[in-house]
């Protein structure tokens, strides 16, 4: 996978790039990452790629020219690329798009900076725009890393173990079970007790099931989503009943649908 970020601030995304997971990948040659500096395409004294809103208001815009020679720059090098805005009012990013992504070799990602970007370049030269949240950050360098990580987790040879990408929150729709290591208790609270007896069996239902109430407690738009099967449903039904029992038996009110 190749990938050009179009950022303001290279250096950021460049130290980001050294460590953990995305450090290896590069290392390992499965990931390229490169940087294009819409400033390095502007000739005045002060370097100016952004200016004030038609129509007034506060906040600066990232002008439309050199943010297109630094795309044109960027497409010399990944002519197939996807082009890709990193913006709030973008497609909120999703497991399903970032395995997407991960079907491609070549990515532009355009990091957004100030108030936004001129429009005309958008519709000239985005494919997509994309969001990590309803938040509003200074700039779409974060968000740029962001997908990157994503991405790259899923491209074969990323990490130790393939079955890690596979395992995880949001791949099959739910959130991921809880995990526990060494030691076996820890101030008081141990592990529990299906986690240590070998059945192999027994710890994939306790896990799916796991995964499945969690994902009803925290996210229960993502079970609207998704149609269960019997199995999941029977596994979901046996949870919240261990839960109202739980509940009811410390003295509170028992466990009611949608409740966190």
């Known amino acids: 996978?190749?990938?050009?970020?179009?950022?303001?601030?290279?250096?950021?995304?460049?130290?980001?790039?050294?460590?953990?997971?995305?450090?290896r990948a590069i290392e390992r040659g499965v990931l390229a990452v490169d940087t294009v500096n819409p400033r390095d395409f502007v000739t005045d004294v002060h370097k100016t790629v952004d200016d004030r809103p038609y129509g007034g208001g506060p906040g600066m815009v990232l002008k439309a020219e050199p943010l297109r020679?630094?795309?044109q720059d960027a497409m010399g090098r990944l002519p197939a690329a996807r082009r890709i805005l990193l913006a709030a009012d973008g497609e909120p990013v999703r497991q399903r798009k970032v395995?997407?992504?991960?079907?491609?070799?070549?990515?532009?990602?355009?990091?957004?900076?100030?108030?936004?970007?001129?429009?005309?370049?958008?519709?000239?030269?985005?494919?997509?725009?994309?969001?990590?949240g309803d938040v509003v950050l200074s700039g779409g360098e974060l968000p740029a890393?962001?997908?990157?990580?994503a991405v790259a987790r899923l491209l074969p040879g990323t990490l130790g173990d393939a079955e890690s990408a596979v395992q995880e929150s949001f791949t099959d729709g739910l959130l991921d079970w809880p995990h526990y290591t060494r030691?076996?208790?820890?101030?008081?609270?141990?592990?529990?007790?299906?986690?240590?007896?070998?059945?192999?069996?027994?710890?994939?239902?306790?896990?799916r099931q796991q995964a499945l109430g969690r994902t009803w407690r925290r996210r229960p738009d993502l079970l609207a989503q998704r149609e269960?099967?019997?199995?999941?449903?029977?596994?979901?039904?046996?949870?919240?009943?261990?839960?109202?029992?739980?509940?009811?038996?410390?003295?509170?009110?028992?466990?009611?649908?949608?409740?966190?």
């Open 145 to 149: 890393l962001m997908v990157i990580d």
């Open 99 to 132: 395995a997407e992504l991960a079907q491609g070799s070549e990515l532009i990602l355009v990091a957004g900076r100030y108030e936004g970007v001129d429009e005309r370049f958008v519709e000239a030269y985005i494919d997509e725009s994309l969001s990590v």
């Open 1 to 23: 996978m190749k990938i050009v970020v179009i950022t303001l601030f290279p250096e950021l995304v460049g130290q980001a790039l050294q460590y953990g997971v995305l450090g």
């Open 69 to 71: 020679l630094a795309m």
């Open 228 to 260: 269960l099967s019997k199995q999941e449903r029977k596994l979901l039904d046996e949870y919240l009943a261990e839960q109202d029992a739980t509940r009811t038996g410390a003295g509170t009110q028992p466990l009611r649908e949608g409740e966190t």
């Open 183 to 207: 030691p076996e208790a820890w101030e008081g609270r141990p592990v529990p007790p299906v986690l240590l007896g070998g059945n192999h069996a027994a710890i994939d239902r306790w896990r």
